[in-house]
């Protein structure tokens, strides 16, 4: 990279699509285009096995009418729609719960190691926020599981497709910008090799980004330490909308300072949630369905605990996961890796001692917005204008099934049916001659502008402290309950935080494997990402799912029965409204949610 | 304080590789190797190493600690410091890209040729297909590979024949199609593995074993890819005496 990078000394690849990210959704997308004939990359900054995805534990959760032969994908649609908050769009949770049986089967055609049941069948567990009969019918077992380490063996299997599909690879390369030519089109992505420190014009007439989510914004986080949002840093940046940024979901159980995640099968499999008291407490805050509530709801009761003095430990800071009574055996078969996990990193065995958990940043609802075809818009005056060349599809996009607040099991289902579906679609668009115009050599040298300016930079800011300082902000402003006047406060914060991002000091200059260059350019993701999270945050005056407002304790209907659509360019929010129109059946019209 | 010794090099400004000597004071609570080689890495941004999950289930951050292979974030800093020291070095036996990153592309080539995918040559039914749990035990020990290289850089046989020796993991994961009943191309499978090369090089060193940190076996999947190759040969060789050594 020696010298300012310009259209002339980079090289440029051409491709029909190119798939940004290489977790379950990007893998799905590509295996679909990869049958077609269609030149097709995957670019990631990892080797795909080393994604996200394959921390995923507990399972994936589909209507595939194993443990209930009764079962129903329209009772998983009311879970869905209701687990939501009611801001999911009911035509993407209608088309992800009927497809999704079909793309479980896929998966385990394709040689998925799911766990069985004795006559043969896939395994399912209970998860929090299942029912039958459309919350009539008690809890529902509807996760299928492969142990407690599904992610791992869905992402290996899709990997492992892909290499017999003989699907093209660009591994530890990094995209670092989208490239956006004068009709607002995307034409590809400047990246470069992680290795050799080669940088190319990556050309493509569709752009997939499927780069997970940003877990790394909070200082505390089940996340892996890749998952900064560069999908999403890229496309604001572009001056494109984020869509729901101020729901994240905190995971209830995640091990106390360590942050790793112990799975919600946990509380599937028969264990609970205890205070100091050794109380079971959820059976106050949600009488019926106890621990597996939703999730925000059982997040949300752990903090009162904590703030009420019911902590446990020496500073009275967590809550404890009692899964001793399960027995040695059970614990071994369903949950062997938790096992391993808890010994590891809580110095806890659980066949004997219950596991000190808090609730840990997990989850990114919003995402660039999409319809079910994966293409992505920007949307004004209540009309979506699709993105032509942009696409999004997994944790980094928003179509929207999860709304407010996601359920368990069905990210893995989104990643699959949406991957899929993004496939489909961009292999019939490209066929019949879809594409896009070209790129001027200032819409690439505008791509490479980063690269160029940490390539250049003699002083400045350190990225490691500036990273910590946003993680800080991020975690003590924009936590699990949220007030106005603390949200301003943070709002503040970032805004110095990007000047410290926009004059970051490059102490490593060298081309083979940089991960200097990496974390920096991942941290200028992570502020893009921060901040339509606190703006977005600050504006939704009300509490709806995982958005808890100390100051607007109350769901409102009346006027936040509706997206939001933070625009960039502007810093501000807009309204959008929620699908409540699915194609074979009433919509499911919004109650008051208890479970 | 502890002394911590890692392994440097920079094909770009170094002519050969060096130990560079980190002093570092341990917080007073046990980290893992990968926490204290970030804490480094904050003071020295040059120092380059995999990682992402950092909990054990990528495989990305496979590197040798105190001479054993093994990854960092889920070893503890005070299980493997020997009086005070502790010394980090890349995989053996891979190329060195930089630092503590080795390429590992000969490691991936190998784990292709296995064909690491399921191949049923049976119409897919329109539900899952059938498997028993004991059917599906078989499968316990070795879909869980994460694929980080520890055991088969740690084995001398492929450090000498990295391109034709397959290596423990990529066995592990031969035999785990070979065990699952859902594939139909046993015979074929095996079949690839016959040559002197691709599984007689393992001589049962059992390092593999003692290095893999998700406590797999491969030496004991290996012992059975042997044992099912010779029955298999044993049976050819019935079948030819029987039929007088005409095959149709
Ligand atoms: C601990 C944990 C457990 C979970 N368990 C479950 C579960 O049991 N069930 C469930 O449904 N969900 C679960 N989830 C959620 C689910 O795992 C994730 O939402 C999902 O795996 C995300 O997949 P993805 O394909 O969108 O992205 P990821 O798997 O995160 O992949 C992102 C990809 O993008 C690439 N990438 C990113 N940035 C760049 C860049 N700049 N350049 C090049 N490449 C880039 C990365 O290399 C990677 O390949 C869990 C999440 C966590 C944290
Ligand atoms: S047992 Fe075989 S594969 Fe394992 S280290 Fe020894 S020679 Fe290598
Ligand atoms: S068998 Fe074990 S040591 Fe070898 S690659 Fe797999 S997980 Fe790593
Ligand atoms: S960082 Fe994933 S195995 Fe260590």
């Not at chain 1, 079971?280 to 949600?286: G, Q, T």
Request: hydrophobic fraction near 35%; charged fraction near 25%.
């Amino acid at each position: 990279m020696v010298g300012h990078l310009n259209k002339d000394n980079i090289h440029t690849l051409e491709f029909d699509a190119l798939i940004v990210g290489g977790g379950g959704s990007g893998m799905r997308t590509s295996l679909e285009l990869a049958k077609s004939g269609l030149k097709t990359a995957v670019v990631s900054k990892v080797f795909p096995t080393r994604s996200h995805t394959v921390s995923a534990q507990g399972g994936i959760t589909c209507a595939i009418q194993s443990a209930d032969p009764h079962d129903d994908w329209r009772w998983h649609m009311f879970d869905t729609v209701k687990g939501s908050d009611y801001i999911g769009d009911q035509d993407a949770i209608e088309y992800m719960c009927s497809e999704g049986p079909k793309a479980v089967f896929e998966l385990e055609h394709m040689g998925l190691p799911f766990s069985r049941f004795e006559n043969g069948r896939i395994y399912q567990r209970p998860f929090g926020g299942q029912s039958k009969d459309f919350g009539n019918g008690g809890q529902a077992s509807r996760t299928c599981a492969a142990a407690d380490r599904t992610g791992h063996a869905l992402l290996h299997t899709l990997y492992q497709n892909n290499v017999k599909e003989g699907a093209n690879f660009l591994n530890e390369w990094f995209a670092v910008d989208l490239v956006k030519n004068k009709f607002n089109e995307i034409t590809g992505v400047i990246a470069f090799s992680i290795e050799s420190g080669e940088v190319a014009y990556l050309k493509s007439r569709a752009t997939v980004l499927a780069t997970g989510g940003a877990g790394r914004i909070y200082a505390s986080t089940t996340n892996a330490l890749i998952n900064t949002g560069d999908g999403l840093g890229m496309s604001l940046r572009a001056g494109f909308p984020a869509q729901d940024m101020e729901m994240w979901q905190f995971h209830p159980t995640g091990i106390h300072g360590a942050g790793s995640l112990v799975t919600e099968g946990c509380r599937g499999e028969g264990g609970y949630l205890i205070n100091a008291d050794g109380e079971r407490f959820m059976e106050r805050y949600a009488p019926n369905a106890k621990d597996l509530a939703g999730r925000d709801v059982v997040a949300r009761s752990m903090v009162l605990e904590i703030l009420e003095g019911r902590g446990c430990g020496p500073n009275k800071d967590h809550v404890l996961l009692k899964l001793d009574h399960l027995g040695e055996e059970i614990l071994n078969a369903k949950l062997p890796g938790i096992c391993e996990l808890s010994k590891t990193f809580a110095g806890v065995d659980p066949v004997y001692k219950p596991i000190p958990v808090v609730p840990t940043c997990h989850y990114m609802m919003g995402g660039t917005p999409t319809n079910i075809h994966g293409q992505a818009f920007s949307s004004e005056n209540e009309v979506d204008n699709e993105i032509p060349g942009l696409f999004s599809v997994g944790e980094a996009a928003c179509v929207s099934v999860h709304g407010a607040n996601r359920l368990g099991g069905n990210s893995l289902l989104d990643l699959v049916v949406f991957g899929r579906a993004a496939g489909l679609h961009i292999n019939e668009d490209l066929k019949s001659g879809g594409g896009v115009e070209e790129a001027n050599i200032d819409d690439i040298e505008s791509a490479l502008y980063r690269l160029n300016k940490l390539n250049e930079s003699n002083s400045g800011f350190e990225v490691a402290e500036v990273k910590r300082e946003l993680q800080e902000v991020m975690q003590n402003f924009f936590g699990v309950f949220r007030r106005g006047e603390y949200m301003e406060k943070g709002v503040k914060a970032l805004e110095e935080i990007r000047d410290k991002c926009d004059n970051l000091h490059l102490h490593d200059k060298s081309d083979s494997f940089n991960t200097n260059r990496v974390e920096a350019l991942e941290l200028q993701n992570l502020l893009e990402v921060a901040e339509a999270t606190a703006i977005s945050s600050l504006k939704r005056n009300e509490s709806r799912g995982a958005h808890a407002r100390d100051d607007f304790p109350e769901r409102d209907d009346e006027n936040w029965l509706c997206h939001s659509l933070y625009d960039p360019t502007k810093k501000d929010l807009r309204k959008r409204q929620v699908n409540f129109q699915p194609n074979t059946m009433e919509a499911f019209p919004p109650k008051v949610r208890a479970y | 304080m502890i002394e911590v010794n890692i392994y440097r090099y920079n094909p770009e400004t170094d002519r050969f590789p060096y130990m560079q000597k980190f002093n570092f004071e341990m917080p007073d609570r046990d980290i893992m190797v990968l926490e204290l080689l970030n804490s480094l890495k904050e003071s020295d941004p040059t120092i380059s190493y995999r990682r992402s999950c950092r909990e054990g289930v990528c495989g990305s951050d496979g590197m040798s600690i105190n001479g054993k292979n093994g990854l960092a974030c889920i070893t503890p800093v005070s299980e493997v410091t020997k009086g005070n020291k502790l010394e980090l070095r890349p995989l053996p036996g891979l190329p060195v890209v930089r630092d503590l990153v080795v390429d590992m592309t000969e490691f991936y080539a190998q784990y292709e040729k296995i064909k690491p995918f399921l191949q049923n040559d049976t119409p897919s039914p329109n539900q899952e297909r059938l498997q028993s749990p004991s059917d599906r035990d078989k499968l316990d020990g070795l879909y869980e590979c994460i694929l980080c290289a520890c055991c088969s850089t740690s084995c001398p046989s492929f450090w000498w024949n990295p391109d034709k020796f397959v290596g423990p993991a990529a066995l592990l994961q031969a035999y785990r199609f070979i065990a699952d009943t859902r594939d139909t191309r046993t015979e074929e499978r095996l079949d690839s593995l016959s040559d002197p090369f691709s599984v007689y090089r393992c001589h049962g060193i059992m390092n593999c074993v003692s290095v893999c940190p998700k406590g797999l076996n491969p030496n004991k999947a290996i012992g059975e890819i042997k044992s099912m190759l010779l029955t298999n040969r044993r049976h050819e060789a019935e079948i030819i005496a029987s039929d007088g050594g005409g095959r149709s």
